[in-house]
């Protein structure tokens, strides 16, 4: 089992949720998305809603970060049948990793063949600007390194294999994709690609932290994302994510500036629309079939 039978993480356990969420809701997702803080607005675009509060739903994590909503909906985006979480789980809130990703193996069991994840990140690379959208290319993986990963423990086959690949871990094909989508609604100015560093939190970084990042490669710094990118490919799932860049990260100990989770919610509130337009233009764009693209 995975990592045991006892702890609500197994196959079976992800399989009772599924099958409870299947005979509640018509809809057959193809498209899962997850809505980093603030970004919620976007499951309020799906058409014929059929919502879950995360309590009421069988085995699930319950949000607890401001700008998280907490809810499971399935509905229609462009007419591609979707299914979308208003508000994700983090490592800072207490919950182990394998919980915490619990949904990717969930949707995986529902049928979804793309996961599709956004988070508010801080923006390392300086000539990124806060409102910037990055596309993200890759990760860095600061928590795995020191042995917290999600696929730690006895692997169960009938997820994945035991050793995935991660040098594909973001599809290619959807990013660029996503970049055509943005030229064509005119988001050039503000559409960024990069390299997506995850970070335990729920404390921000230091300046020595910010800059040992930077040097490493990485674009941008957030405290999701790649935990849930990790479990979906190992699942089979494609994956695309972004990152809403909601603050510059502090690189000079002469600065005065903060970061701080308001100015995260009042950026994302600023892109809401431009962000729900891009996202529903990707998904409109992807094909229902394994590997197609339009």
Request: aromatic fraction near 8%.
């Amino acid at each position: 089992m995975f990592p045991d039978s006892n702890n609500g993480y197994s196959y079976e356990d992800c399989q009772a949720t599924a099958d409870w969420l299947l005979a509640q809701a018509a809809v057959r997702p193809q498209v899962a998305i997850v809505c980093g803080s603030g970004m919620g607005g976007l499951a309020d675009t799906l058409k014929d809603q059929v919502a879950f509060n995360y309590k009421d739903i069988p085995n699930f994590p319950l949000s607890t970060v401001p700008g998280h909503a907490g809810r499971l909906v399935f509905g229609t985006l462009k007419g591609r049948p979707c299914v979308c979480m208003q508000g994700r789980f983090h490592l800072y809130e207490g919950y182990p990793i394998q919980k915490i990703t619990k949904p990717m193996r969930i949707f995986a069991l529902l049928g979804v063949e793309t996961v599709i994840l956004t988070n508010a990140a801080g923006g390392l690379n300086q000539d990124f600007k806060v409102g910037d959208i990055m596309i993200i290319k890759n990760h860095i993986n600061i928590a795995g390194f020191a042995g917290n990963h999600p696929l730690a423990g006895p692997n169960d086959d009938r997820f994945g294999v035991r050793f995935p690949c991660m040098s594909d871990a973001y599809d290619r094909d959807l990013q660029q994709l996503a970049l055509d989508v943005g030229q064509e609604l005119g988001y050039g100015d503000f559409l960024r690609d990069g390299v997506y560093c995850v970070v335990g939190g729920p404390s921000f970084e230091t300046i020595a932290e910010c800059r040992m990042l930077h040097k490493l490669g990485a674009d941008a710094v957030g405290m999701s994302t790649v935990h849930e990118t990790i479990v979906a490919r190992h699942c089979g799932m494609r994956v695309f994510a972004l990152s809403l860049i909601t603050n510059k990260a502090v690189m000079e100990y002469d600065s005065e500036e903060k970061a701080n989770h308001e100015e995260v919610l009042e950026t994302s509130r600023v892109r809401a629309s431009q962000l729900e337009t891009f996202v529903s233009n990707l998904v409109s764009r992807i094909k229902p079939s394994k590997l197609s693209y339009s």
